[in-house]
């Protein structure tokens, strides 16, 4: 495995709020590991206070975390590509509606431009998914990000079959070991879990 330290990480936070509280804590322990971690999030987890946290103080806890303003704009995203700002691309949560963007090439958020910078340079893209319709309408962007040069998927699996059968989450634990291969051009299997 890599060490990960010193890694320039972009870690995006999509809309899937109830994970927001694994995702801060993968943000703590990225940085724990010595990786150079950019937030970024999309307009949506910027903007939006929810039963799970408000969101100036989710902000204010990533940054202060981070050391880093969160790039939450189009125009602040735009330069991590050509500027080479960032060694790959870690999306936790990344909802079902991100994927399909990524999937259909649609870039009209923060979180996707990011990625299609990333792409354009050849360099990974991690994601972490969280959606409930996994199982879906976003099987067949699974299917097709699967199939990409570059993306990677966190291990993931059913959540809740009986109460939510097409809900699908990723294990969150697994995203340091799944970081590591993917800077090595792996996907870590088995990718489909049964929780």
């Known amino acids: 495995m890599k060490n990960l330290a010193n890694l320039n990480l972009g870690v995006a936070l999509c809309g ?8 801060i804590k993968t943000i703590e322990a990225l940085v724990a590991l010595g990786v150079n971690v950019t937030p970024i999030m999309s307009c949506n987890a910027y903007e939006t ?3 799970f946290g408000d969101a100036h103080t989710i902000i204010s806890r990533i ?4 050391g880093k303003e969160i790039i939450h704009t189009i125009l602040s995203a735009e330069p991590l590509g050509p500027k080479n700002m960032i060694d790959g691309l870690l999306i936790a949560p990344c909802t079902g509606n991100t994927l399909a963007k ?10 996707i431009l990011a990625a299609k910078s990333l792409m354009r ?6 994601i972490c998914l969280a959606t409930n319709d996994g199982l879906g309408a976003s099987l067949k962007n699974i299917g097709g990000l699967l199939n990409k040069k570059n993306v990677f998927f966190v291990p993931l699996g059913q959540d809740d079959p009986i109460q ?6 990723a294990d969150f634990s697994k995203i ?20």
Request: glycine content about 6%; hydrophobic content about 35%.
């Open 164 to 169: 939510k059968p097409y809900s699908l989450v």
């Open 121 to 126: 340079n050849g360099k990974p893209i991690v």
């Open 63 to 66: 940054e202060s975390i981070t």
């Open 16 to 23: 899937s709020f109830c994970t927001f509280s694994k995702a």
């Open 49 to 51: 206070s929810t039963r």
């Open 176 to 195: 340091e070991e799944t970081l590591n291969l993917a800077l090595s051009g792996q996907q870590i299997q088995p990718v489909i879990l049964q929780y």
């Open 102 to 111: 990524l999937n259909n090439g649609i870039t009209d958020t923060p979180v």
